[in-house]
């Protein structure tokens, strides 16, 4: 795929790995449609985009939690780019490892909504308008945790399960329509998601979300006759 002028949706782009996905695409010299939740630090991100080569790079503020706001957004998107051409699924927060019966409920419906069914609604209305582009692309950034139990991951792992198999009956059901389907399985990474859930982990060990946004540039940009249905980092 050729990425100059292509227009990309990211979800979660306000930091960790979707901002530095966000900056990888811009130096491609991609349209950036930046979705998170924080307005401020979307605005930083759709500047620093700009400054970094973008044509254009835009926030929205969209909770991915709240169904209603999705069709919203995508509309808000439509009307500022024209067209779509790539939706990442990135957006996710992280639970505290633990036994199921110690995580809070709150925190389990906010894990399933932001980290699974927020991307299934967010595609559902995404996917109209990618059938109708020359190149499409729908690429989850999913987790090696959609591959490997681990403990105390429960709910966390359901969702990444669930994106693991969202993501192969995707690229099934669109076979023929042209839109390709790829899914990235990390491992872990050098970001704040940990922290915010008052997870202590060894960080500096972890991939580095710049280096991870590289690989996310290498699956999208390969010739038209290539593609890189699943990816999967180690350590």
Same mark, same amino acid.
């Given at each position: 795929?050729?990425?100059?002028?292509?227009?990309?949706?990211?979800?979660?782009?306000?930091?960790?790995?979707?901002?530095?996905?966000?900056?990888?695409?811009?130096?491609?010299?991609?349209?950036?449609?930046?979705?998170?939740?924080?307005?401020?630090?979307?605005?930083?991100?759709?500047?620093?985009?700009?400054?970094?080569?973008?044509?254009?790079?835009?926030?929205?503020?969209?909770?991915?939690?709240?169904?209603?706001?999705?069709?919203?957004? !995508?509309?808000? &998107?439509?009307? $500022?780019?024209?067209?779509?051409? =790539?939706?990442? *699924?990135?957006? /996710?927060?992280? #639970?505290? +490892?633990?036994? !199921?019966?110690? &995580?809070?409920? $709150?925190?389990?419906?906010?894990? =399933?909504?932001? *980290?699974?069914? /927020?991307?299934? #609604?967010? +595609?559902?209305?995404?996917?109209?308008?990618?059938?109708?582009?020359?190149?499409?692309?729908?690429?989850?950034?999913?987790?090696?945790?959609?591959?490997?139990?681990?403990?105390?991951?429960?709910?966390?792992?359901?969702?990444?399960?669930?994106?693991?198999?969202?993501?192969?009956?995707?690229?099934?059901?669109?076979?023929?329509?042209?839109?390709?389907?790829?899914?990235?399985?990390?491992?872990?990474?050098?970001?704040?998601?940990?922290?915010?859930?008052?997870?202590?982990?060894?960080?500096?060990?972890?991939?580095?979300?710049?280096?991870?946004?590289?690989?996310?540039?290498?699956?999208?940009?390969?010739?038209?006759?290539?593609?890189?249905?699943?990816?999967?980092?180690?350590?």
């Amino acid at each position: 795929m050729q990425l100059a002028g292509k227009t990309i949706i990211v979800t979660g782009g306000s930091d960790g790995i979707g901002r530095h996905i966000c900056l990888k695409l811009a130096a491609q010299k991609c349209n950036v449609a930046i979705i998170g939740r924080d307005s401020a630090r979307l605005d930083a991100v759709a500047a620093e985009a700009r400054a970094a080569g973008a044509p254009a790079a835009h926030g929205f503020v969209c909770d991915l939690r709240e169904t209603d706001n999705i069709a919203k957004t !995508l509309a808000d &998107i439509t009307e $500022q780019f024209g067209v779509v051409d =790539v939706l990442i *699924n990135n957006a /996710g927060i992280w #639970h505290k +490892t633990g036994p !199921l019966d110690l &995580i809070d409920s $709150q925190l389990i419906d906010d894990t =399933v909504a932001t *980290n699974l069914s /927020g991307a299934i #609604h967010l +595609t559902r209305a995404v996917l109209p308008g990618l059938r109708g582009r020359p190149e499409a692309a729908i690429l989850n950034v999913v987790s090696k945790s959609g591959v490997l139990a681990q403990a105390g991951q429960s709910v966390y792992t359901a969702t990444k399960y669930g994106m693991r198999g969202f993501t192969d009956v995707l690229k099934l059901d669109e076979a023929e329509s042209g839109v390709r389907v790829a899914g990235l399985y990390q491992s872990g990474t050098n970001t704040a998601m940990f922290a915010k859930a008052n997870e202590e982990v060894p960080n500096h060990i972890f991939t580095e979300p710049d280096d991870l946004a590289d690989v996310v540039v290498f699956m999208l940009s390969r010739p038209a006759k290539l593609w890189m249905h699943d990816v999967r980092i180690e350590l």
